[in-house]
């Protein structure tokens, strides 16, 4: 059965840095395209970084190129979202997703995506 955890997510100053991680189960990185997404109010979710099945390309959304990260830690089995010089823009709920079947050009698709992590609160305030 495949499951994604998220945490690490919280309260941080404009311009500050964050790292929320997703614990996976069930299945490898190898063989599911990952990735993190996130949803402010009233807002449809998003594609911020996704990998596709063994990160041979990255997809990132145009508003948090050089400053987020996506990695893994395949000997536990867990995925990073590093995020720097945050900005209030950023403020959202991230999700993780996995899926065996996307195709490249669908990384940033979340209706492609049938694996979802619970959510972890990333705020973004003075």
């Known amino acids: 059965e495949v499951q994604l955890v998220e945490s690490g997510g919280g309260l941080v100053q404009p311009g500050g840095s964050l790292r929320i991680s997703c614990a996976a189960s069930g299945f490898t990185f190898d063989d599911y395209a990952i990735g993190w997404f996130r949803q402010a109010p009233g807002m449809e979710r998003e594609g911020v970084v996704c990998?596709?099945?063994?990160?041979?390309?990255?997809y990132y959304s145009d508003s948090v190129k050089g400053r987020f990260t996506i990695s893994t830690d395949n000997a536990k089995n867990t995925m990073y979202l590093r995020m720097n010089r945050l900005e209030p823009e950023d403020t959202a709920v991230y999700y993780c997703?996995?899926?065996?079947?996307?195709?490249?050009?669908?990384?940033?698709?979340?209706?492609?995506?049938?694996?979802w992590g619970q959510g972890t609160q990333v705020t973004v305030s003075s």
């Open positions: 997703a996995a899926d065996s079947g996307i195709i490249l050009s669908s990384l940033r698709n979340a209706n492609q995506y049938d694996y």
């Open positions: 990998f596709s099945k063994g990160g041979g390309d990255t």
